[in-house]
């Protein structure tokens, strides 16, 4: 299971934890520990450090979209969802996109995995393991 990872730091946060390098560490490191099951990180790393996540037009998600669609990896690792965009629309269709592709999305909030997937029955999100009515 070849894994990309997505880090964002937006514009005004100062938090050091919220820095793209600290959440590619927390990041690669759920990877790592996922080992025993496949996850391999071969260095694919995209980031837009001091872009706002009011929009998805930033360089860095573009270019994991690209690469996502022409299959350069099975898994895409992100520490938290607003990571990926602030507007949950977005966030819903990114999902959905990943859905269709099998790129199932790990989002890791606050150090916790969640694994989340997009139910198309429903048109919402849920995490694995609940109903998807």
């Known amino acids: 299971m070849r894994c990309a990872i997505y880090t964002r730091q937006s514009r005004s946060s100062n938090s050091d934890f919220s820095s793209c390098q600290a959440q590619f560490e927390v990041c690669r490191e759920f990877i790592q520990s996922q080992e025993s099951m496949g996850w391999t990180f071969d ?13 998805l037009d ?4 573009r270019r994991l ?5 022409s299959g350069r990896f099975d898994r895409i690792v992100v520490h938290c969802l ?3 965009s602030r507007r949950v629309v977005d966030c819903a269709s990114l999902l959905a996109q990943s859905w269709e592709k099998s790129n ?15 139910c198309p029955k429903s ?3 849920s995490r694995l393991g609940s109903e998807c009515y």
């Open 104 to 118: 199932l999305l790990r989002v890791l909030p606050g150090g916790k995995v969640r694994k989340w997937h997009y």
């Open 123 to 125: 048109s919402r999100m």
């Open 65 to 69: 979209l690209d690469d996502a669609e």
């Open 43 to 55: 260095g694919l790393h995209y980031e837009d450090e001091g872009e706002s996540g009011e929009s």
């Open 82 to 84: 607003d990571r990926l």
């Open 58 to 61: 930033r360089p860095g998600l």
